[in-house]
């Protein structure tokens, strides 16, 4: 049976594979000399195409969403479409003068930190962006709602008890952490990052210690039936990221296109991803804190012959 959802309620956008850093593990390879992106034309045509479809929330994402020029005609256009926005970001670009704006058109933001110290976070995401990150969290919560993004390794793994009070302490509302994916340039840094038997088994207690109050579930539910979608750096639809980082040819459309409309409508139709189909993640959710924990589990829309999109 047919997931019954609502189809294309939340889009999550990388707008440029171009980034200031050039993080050890980027899962998606951004860096400094990453160039995809659409133009200025096509990614207002996706905004409206988005609302079209019935788009409620946009989560821009990168790359660094502040190194393109046009980033505040977007939220702006996006703004008018009705769209409750957020973006993530390093943070290493943001003025105050820039934050005090977004908080015109952003309803929350993300900042990526991935240490209690400058010793752990700049090892994965360069020199100088511990400071610029904390920094920045501390100023921007003045203005927005503001949730920190933790990337859990290998190097990190010993903060992780002072890293929750230490990000909560800086202002932010909320922290969502997410164990390494061993994918991307960790491939590269397997020695650096990658989780031991034990490492993974305190992760996830503490996932559970900090998850298990009166507000507190798991859930482990795909959101791949097309009430989220995931729309890449070059314009192409998916049903997440997983699917568009390990098996990009399973795409749903591409928005540059004048079809990409009637395509995803259709592909809305079709769609028969069954009830209570299970994420590969295991996700362990509390009013303050969000936990995205790896699993043994292939996400099993990657596999072709389930003919499910």
Not at 248 to 271: F, M, R, T, V
């Given at each position: 049976m047919?997931?019954?959802t609502?189809?294309?309620?939340?889009?999550?956008?990388?707008?440029?594979?171009?980034?200031?850093?050039?993080?050890?593990y980027?899962?998606t390879?951004?860096?400094p000399?990453a160039?995809?992106?659409l133009?200025?034309?096509?990614?207002?045509?996706?905004?409206k195409?988005m609302a079209?479809?019935g788009?409620?929330?946009?989560?821009i994402?990168?790359?660094e969403?502040?190194?393109?020029k046009?980033?505040?005609?977007?939220?702006?256009y996006?703004?008018?479409?009705n769209?409750?926005?957020g973006?993530?970001?390093?943070?290493?670009?943001?003025?105050?003068?820039?934050?005090?704006r977004?908080?015109?058109?952003?309803?929350d933001?993300?900042?990526?930190?991935?240490?209690?110290?400058s010793?752990?976070?700049?090892?994965?995401?360069g020199e100088?962006?511990?400071?610029?990150?904390?920094?920045?969290?501390?100023?921007l919560?003045?203005?927005?709602p503001?949730?920190?993004?933790?990337?859990?390794?290998?190097?990190?793994?010993?903060?992780?008890?002072?890293?929750?009070?230490?990000?909560f302490?800086?202002?932010a509302?909320?922290?969502?952490?997410?164990?390494i994916?061993m994918s991307?340039?960790?491939?590269?840094n397997?020695?650096?990052f990658k989780l031991?038997?034990k490492?993974?088994?305190l992760?996830k207690?503490?996932?559970?210690?900090m998850?298990?109050g009166?507000?507190?579930v798991?859930?482990?539910?795909?959101?791949?039936?097309?009430?989220?979608?995931?729309?890449s750096?070059?314009?192409?639809?998916?049903?997440?990221?997983?699917?568009?980082?390990?098996?990009p040819s399973q795409?749903?459309?591409?928005?540059?296109?004048?079809g990409c409309?009637?395509?995803?409508e259709?592909k809305k139709?079709?769609?028969?991803i069954p009830?209570?189909?299970?994420?590969?993640y295991?996700?362990?959710?509390?009013?303050r804190?969000?936990?995205?924990?790896?699993?043994r589990s292939q996400?099993a829309?990657?596999k072709?012959?389930?003919?499910?999109?």
């Amino acid at each position: 049976m047919a997931a019954m959802t609502a189809s294309f309620k939340e889009w999550h956008w990388e707008i440029t594979k171009r980034c200031n850093l050039f993080c050890r593990y980027c899962l998606t390879n951004c860096g400094p000399s990453a160039h995809e992106s659409l133009a200025t034309s096509d990614a207002l045509m996706a905004i409206k195409t988005m609302a079209e479809l019935g788009c409620e929330k946009l989560m821009i994402t990168g790359g660094e969403p502040f190194v393109r020029k046009d980033l505040f005609k977007l939220l702006e256009y996006s703004r008018k479409k009705n769209f409750s926005l957020g973006l993530l970001t390093n943070g290493f670009l943001v003025k105050e003068k820039i934050a005090r704006r977004l908080a015109d058109y952003i309803d929350d933001i993300g900042v990526s930190i991935d240490g209690l110290s400058s010793q752990t976070h700049n090892f994965a995401r360069g020199e100088k962006s511990f400071q610029r990150a904390s920094r920045f969290i501390a100023i921007l919560s003045a203005y927005l709602p503001v949730s920190a993004y933790v990337t859990i390794s290998a190097v990190n793994i010993h903060e992780l008890p002072k890293i929750a009070k230490f990000i909560f302490e800086l202002g932010a509302s909320r922290i969502h952490f997410s164990e390494i994916s061993m994918s991307g340039r960790a491939k590269d840094n397997l020695k650096h990052f990658k989780l031991t038997v034990k490492q993974k088994k305190l992760l996830k207690q503490f996932a559970v210690e900090m998850t298990m109050g009166i507000d507190g579930v798991i859930d482990n539910q795909c959101n791949a039936d097309l009430s989220v979608v995931y729309l890449s750096a070059e314009g192409i639809v998916y049903p997440c990221s997983e699917v568009a980082i390990h098996a990009p040819s399973q795409s749903l459309a591409d928005i540059k296109h004048s079809g990409c409309k009637k395509e995803l409508e259709a592909k809305k139709q079709s769609n028969k991803i069954p009830l209570n189909f299970s994420c590969c993640y295991e996700v362990h959710i509390s009013k303050r804190m969000v936990f995205y924990l790896n699993t043994r589990s292939q996400c099993a829309l990657i596999k072709k012959e389930r003919g499910w999109l």
